[in-house]
């Protein structure tokens, strides 16, 4: 069984960085997905970052160039580091381990808020 714990989120002003984590635990595959969505109050989650089995990255239009996704050599950890912070990433931020023809997995979240 997977689960995911991410941490680091909080209060920011604009222009402000964080860095949100995700933990993994349980059985890792190099065909899985690593992903963070977010879901801002009355919209639908979306997804912000990505990365491939192979270790490509990819990032909705609104953060290319102020956000990073990254993972620590075993998988175990992905990063998202978030900078230039505006009022309009404020959301709640969820990991995702998306497997290959598999389950899905989804972390609880964690709240961003970006204040002006």
């Known amino acids: 069984q997977v689960q995911l714990v991410e941490s680091g989120g909080g209060l920011v002003q604009t222009g402000g960085s964080l860095r949100l984590s995700c933990t993994v635990s349980g059985k890792i595959f190099s065909i899985d997905r690593m992903g963070w969505y977010r879901q801002a109050p009355g919209r639908s989650r979306e997804l912000v970052a990505s990365?491939?089995?192979?270790?490509?990255?990819n990032y909705t239009d609104s953060v290319k160039g102020r956000f990073t996704i990254s993972t620590n050599d075993d998988k175990s950890t992905v990063y998202l580091q978030m900078n230039s912070l505006k009022s309009a990433d404020t959301a709640v931020y969820y990991c995702?381990?998306?497997?290959?023809?598999?389950?899905?997995?989804w972390g609880p979240g964690t709240q961003v808020t970006v204040s002006s």
């Open positions: 990365l491939s089995p192979s270790g490509r990255p």
């Open positions: 995702q381990l998306l497997r290959l023809g598999g389950p899905v997995y």
